[in-house]
């Protein structure tokens, strides 16, 4: 790589960490100024990040700050996987900061701030080498997570922020045992020094490596929102600002990108005696997930609550599909990642416009009366008025509603369901499928049928009403963001072989971490040799 093009890799750290910090000696009445530095950096960091991605297609990306050799000095990598996850990151938080910008950003202090502090600890996971830098970055997007979870205030949003927080930290706390013990057995916290001495470790302190392994994976899977630690996530995400749900559901993302990464990287087929250590556990737990999703998401009254379900159900799928293992069905489980939370995004903010309109409680009122039939005997004799005159916003939204319908029930043609038929062929293609692949394909099944089940319930509720009802008043910039995750999922769709041929050699080297390890551990001015395939 050339000088310019190394540099690249540490800009979406220190962009949003310099734009942030500025942000907060601007005063908050200027709010048109920090908007603009704002979604001004946001749209740099997107144009990083596919640069970086463009990069990430030939070769794997090393930056060592200040020159220090591995596993001495902090060290900056970027893949495939990771270039993956720093594009999807920037065009969610592109289209929540726009959307934002509507209202949101006045109803708090230091939101822009926030937000590019989160976008901090967001890139620098998926960027760094090292555990310790991963425990940093992971307090630094915790703590502007605290924040934005609590932005907007409100009673039933500061309960469910100040849940979030005590989890979360008893979670910081974990992942930070879990690191100690980790590094009290190898003497390193370099990813990939860690590949290279895990299957050295003796018998004696084997048992203590995967001690701290396994209290490293609880951290990082209470992130994730797996079964039974997913309690505080429904509270939560329906309860945050729309656009600020709208980025979680990159939040817990992070947590099965790091549990991908690591597990493979440290714990597979060449680690000796841990080899797939836990994966029995984390097949059953992302099952579990999505059973838990599917009830909750067929129990759901409330449009948010149904949302955060439904991200439940997209992380048990991608951790079951990780636990299964094998390059085709961890490259699909990628490519629903991708397409779910984008559909996930859109949907947050989605939510916010077609509920404006609506009475409180009108929920409650629809399940009741489906319950009691709360109809007039009098009002049958009367004539029906044929037809409802569907208002132009509300038919924009109605379109947006179905899109996102079907991109969560994985219904063609939208790139849901290419995900999803990819993820069940790639299950069924060896010619003895294990009953726990059995088992994932009805439960992947079912969820789609759930969902479909309860978006057409939650979309008649909204949009099959009387004409007497509001039309609620939806502004361009609030509608244009939705549209636009809406259209990249579009874009999947059209460009599905390119996408997935990108998805499956991403799943590739992750499985295979060779070329990840000897990049990182070369000489700085040496280069490994490329040994992964350009497919």
Known sequence: MTSLVEHLLIVPIVLPLFVGAALLFIDERRRGLKATTNVGSTVALAVVAFALLNLAGSQTGVYRLGGWPTPVGIVLVVDRLAAVMLVLTSLLALASVVFSLARWHRAGRHFHSLFQFLLMGLNGAFLTGDLFNLFVFFEVLLAASYGLALHGSGVARVKAGLHYIAVNLAGSLLFLIGVSLIYGVTGTLNMADLATRIPQVSA??????????????????????????????????????????????????????????????????????????????????????????VIGVLASQRLGWLAAYCVLVSTGTVLAAIAIGGIGVTGSALFYLVSSTLALGAFFMLIELVERGREPGADVIAVTREVFSDVDEEDLDEPDEIGVTIPATMAVMGIAFLSCALLLAGLPPLSGFIAKFALLAALLDPAAVAPASWAFLALVIASGLATLIAMTRG???????????????????????????????????????????????????????????????????EHAPDSRSGS
Do not use: N
């Open 459 to 525: 979309g008649m509720r909204v949009f099959w009403s009387s004409s007497d009802r509001a039309v609620p008043r939806v502004r361009v910039i609030e509608m244009a963001p939705v549209a636009a995750l809406l259209c990249v999922c579009t874009v999947l769709t059209i460009e599905a072989g390119p996408v997935m041929s990108y998805m499956q050699a991403a799943s590739r080297s992750v499985h295979q971490p060779d070329d990840y390890v000897q990049s990182v551990l070369a000489a700085p001015g």
């Open 204 to 293: 004696d302190d084997r048992m203590l490596l995967e001690a701290g392994a396994a209290v490293l994976g609880v951290a990082l899977l209470l992130k994730a929102g797996i079964w039974p630690l997913s309690f505080w996530l429904p509270t939560t995400y329906s309860a945050a600002a729309s656009p600020v749900a709208a980025l979680f559901s990159i939040m817990t993302k992070v947590g099965i990108y790091l549990v991908l990464r690591l597990w493979l990287l440290l714990f597979g087929a060449g680690s000796g005696a841990s080899a797939y250590f836990g994966g029995d556990w984390l097949l059953l737990g992302g099952m579990a997930t999505i059973a838990f999703g």
